[in-house]
């Protein structure tokens, strides 16, 4: 397996509160995303970073923001959680070569109440 | 703008039986093509993908697809399924210039009964 973990595995938090989500790989891999993944609506991509402070948004990304100071770490924030925002979120990763194909890490599920 | 369709919520064979889950897909240029698997509880797993050459790609767990550019299809394919193949399938496409990304589709629950 690609050494990708994620911190925590598992989280409830309050409507309102901060929450950051980390994303670490050993794989020194250029390419780090993060998805949400609800029923219905497959895999959606928040935000992802092509390299360190390099960082663009994607399908779903209001209410998150992301931060990638080193390589190996990528950090997600939901900046004051909702109970929309209720999900599993997985991190990939992926080289800069080839197809890009993405390797996931383990997943978070958290639980905004 | 690139998307991708898995007609099928749910796909049922029987096991020893060829299996086939269904995937279309929409991009401006030339598309890079993948299929996930996910098992239950736990995370993604690349099994194989499409960047250009040979039509038929073969990937791991005994998968293979084949990459029609005329239907815009890329459908995944076993010989002979096993029950332990049941598990969540999803496709995914990306324009070969825009690396960071990709879309999914929603995915398709694949049962392989004994």
């Known amino acids: 397996d690609a050494g990708i973990t994620q911190s925590p595995r598992h989280k409830v938090t309050e409507t309102g509160t901060p929450v950051t989500l980390r994303c670490h790989q050993t794989e020194n891999h250029r390419y780090m995303y993060w998805y949400r993944q609800d029923p219905g609506h497959g895999l959606r991509l928040i935000h992802y970073?092509?390299?360190?402070?390099?960082?663009d948004k994607g399908e779903v990304s209001d209410g998150y923001s992301v931060s990638r100071s080193k390589t190996e770490d990528f950090l997600l924030t939901l900046e004051s959680a909702t109970s929309s925002q209720t999900s599993v979120y997985f991190c990939a990763i992926s080289e800069s070569t080839g197809g890009y194909e993405q390797y996931f890490g383990p997943g978070t599920r958290l639980t905004v109440t | 703008a690139q998307s991708v369709a898995q007609p099928e919520d749910q796909v049922n064979v029987a096991e020893g039986n060829p299996l086939t889950v269904k995937c279309t897909y929409s991009?401006?240029?030339?598309?890079?093509l993948f299929w996930y698997v996910q098992y239950p509880n736990r995370g993604l797993q690349f099994l194989l993908k499409?960047?250009?050459?040979?039509?038929l790609v073969k990937g791991s767990y005994g998968f293979e697809a084949e990459f029609n550019k005329s239907q815009t299809s890329f459908h995944l394919k076993k010989p002979s399924a096993l029950v332990s193949d049941s598990a969540l399938y999803f496709c995914?496409?990306?324009?070969?210039?825009?690396?960071?990304?990709?879309?999914f589709g929603d995915g398709t629950t694949l049962t392989v009964k004994p």
């Open positions: 995914a496409v990306r324009e070969d210039t825009n690396a960071g990304k990709s879309t």
């Open positions: 970073s092509y390299g360190v402070k390099d960082t």
């Open positions: 499409y960047i250009t050459g040979d039509n």
């Open positions: 991009v401006s240029g030339n598309p890079y």
